[in-house]
């Protein structure tokens, strides 16, 4: 057993409902708490004072963890949405786009996914492994511990296998949970001659059978999209993937809306970016069991609108907010400073932002066992040097997490 504290708070997330609004005094904490941990699991949250009494002090079997300044404590944060594995850098679009290039014209002068592609294709595995163990470390010193890692960069059987078994390997060296899906259908890719549909096909026959038979990934998310898969096929598809037995995510409604509904009615986990979904839509989907997922850093990536956050709470739905971390949309990656602009733009309460990051979008990728402190729950959470929670979204970012703790064990 593990006594970590004392903290001047201790924001638990228990008790608070999985879907709609929240407001900060529905939000439970502990003043001057302690953590009671055993086996990476909680056993209590307690007044600090309180759970040393609890313990008799000759007991040789709990070790104690003393917090000698002022710090608060939170449950660790989930990133459910990245395509962190990837090679290159596309720093060329982002300039184009703000001397108003579209995504047409900046696609045919040799950017877009595409180029991420080629060079994610060219990238070693020593590269691709170092560069995404770079940026997963860079997402624990923010206080993420569970980050979703999507393939897509590959577009063919030997690139796909390459990017999600590069994503099982990282496991290895990392405490944090990493969660693959595969994106094989984030776009046709310009060597595969046929049509989406037979693109489709292929990912079904030759690539997800590869998937599940080495055990690389559990989920399969597609782009609707113009540009990308049409609504149609793409339903047909993922109805096939669900037969073989993946988790489905959606790549929906970021440019044009129609795609949240095909999300729902597949029975999807999640639909993410809705920043073009229509309010019929919002209702359908904040109806559902389908968690609804808010990627404010495309939205500051690309200088497009945010996803009506609101407007999904207040229907009732299921917010989670991402990061959608990849070269081309959202190359910034700071979940913490996107959550809390998105927070501002969007009139989010802090407990709806803090829902957003840790239960809710735990439970987006059928996680569970975390991102709420209370008795039983995985003992990931993180700690900030300030005597006042709402400091952490306050800053926007620049307020780094003092220690992140996996599992109990300070990382
Ligand atoms: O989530 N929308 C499609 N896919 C990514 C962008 C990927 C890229 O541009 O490389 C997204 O924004
Ligand atoms: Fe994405």
């Known amino acids: 057993m593990k006594l970590i504290g004392p903290f001047k708070q201790?924001?638990?997330?228990?008790?608070?409902?999985?879907?709609?609004?929240?407001s900060d005094d529905q939000l439970e904490i502990f003043e001057n708490g302690g953590i009671l941990i055993d086996d990476g699991k909680i056993v209590e949250?307690?007044?600090?004072?309180?759970?040393?009494?609890?313990?008799?002090?000759?007991?040789?079997?709990?070790?104690?963890?003393?917090?000698?300044?002022?710090?608060?404590?939170?449950?660790?944060f989930t990133d459910s949405h990245t395509h962190?594995?990837?090679?290159?850098?596309?720093?060329?679009?982002?300039?184009?786009?703000?001397?108003?290039?579209?995504?047409?014209?900046?696609?045919?002068?040799?950017?877009?996914?595409?180029?991420?592609?080629?060079?994610?294709?060219?990238?070693?595995?020593?590269?691709?492994?170092?560069?995404?163990?770079?940026?997963?470390?860079f997402l624990i010193s923010l206080g993420i511990t569970t980050i979703e890692i999507k393939s897509g960069y590959g577009l063919d059987v030997e690139n796909e296998l390459k990017?999600?078994?590069?994503?099982?390997?990282?496991?290895?060296?990392?405490?944090?949970?990493?969660?693959p899906t595969c994106l094989s259908a984030h776009l046709k890719p310009r060597d595969f001659e046929g049509s989406n549909e037979d693109y489709l096909n292929y990912i079904l026959e030759e690539i997800l059978p590869k998937v599940k038979e080495e055990n690389l990934a559990k989920r399969v998310d597609i782009f609707i999209e113009k540009s990308a898969f049409q609504p149609e096929e793409s339903k047909a598809f993922l109805l096939?993937?669900?037969?073989?037995?993946?988790?489905?995510?959606?790549?929906?409604?970021?440019?044009?809306?129609?795609?949240?509904?095909?999300?729902?009615?597949v029975g999807a986990k999640s639909a993410d970016h809705l920043e073009a979904t229509v309010d019929e839509d919002i209702q359908?989907?904040?109806?559902?069991?389908?968690?609804?997922?808010?990627?404010?850093?495309?939205?500051l990536g690309l200088g497009e609108k945010f996803t009506p956050a609101r407007k999904i709470l207040d229907a009732g739905g299921i917010l989670a907010i991402a990061s959608d971390w990849n070269p081309g949309s959202a190359p910034m990656g700071n979940l913490v400073a996107q959550a809390s602009i998105l927070a501002t733009f969007e009139k989010?309460?802090?407990?709806?932002?803090?829902?957003?990051?840790?239960?809710?979008?735990?439970?987006?990728?059928?996680?569970?066992?975390?991102?709420?402190?209370?008795?039983?729950?995985?003992?990931?959470?993180?700690?900030?040097?300030?005597?006042n929670f709402q400091n952490v979204l306050y800053h926007q970012g620049s307020l780094k997490a003092e220690n992140v703790f996996i599992d109990g064990e300070k990382i």
């Open 284 to 299: 359908f989907l904040a109806n559902s069991e389908t968690v609804a997922v808010a990627l404010p850093g495309a939205s």
């Open 84 to 137: 962190i594995c990837f090679g290159g850098n596309r720093a060329n679009d982002f300039a184009m786009r703000n001397a108003g290039k579209t995504y047409l014209e900046i696609a045919e002068s040799g950017g877009g996914i595409w180029s991420s592609v080629q060079h994610t294709r060219n990238a070693s595995e020593e590269e691709l492994l170092k560069t995404t163990l770079e940026r997963i470390n």
């Open 240 to 265: 096939q993937a669900k037969e073989m037995g993946f988790e489905i995510t959606v790549h929906a409604d970021q440019f044009t809306p129609g795609s949240s509904k095909i999300a729902v009615e």
């Open 10 to 22: 201790i924001v638990t997330l228990a008790n608070l409902p999985l879907r709609g609004k929240l």
């Open 348 to 387: 989010l309460s802090t407990a709806e932002v803090l829902a957003g990051i840790t239960f809710r979008s735990a439970f987006a990728l059928n996680l569970t066992d975390r991102g709420i402190l209370e008795k039983g729950k995985k003992a990931d959470f993180i700690t900030f040097k300030t005597d």
């Open 45 to 76: 949250i307690e007044n600090y004072d309180y759970l040393k009494y609890f313990i008799p002090s000759d007991s040789k079997e709990c070790e104690f963890e003393f917090i000698e300044d002022v710090q608060v404590a939170l449950p660790a």
């Open 163 to 179: 990017m999600l078994r590069i994503i099982k390997k990282a496991q290895s060296f990392t405490k944090a949970t990493l969660i």
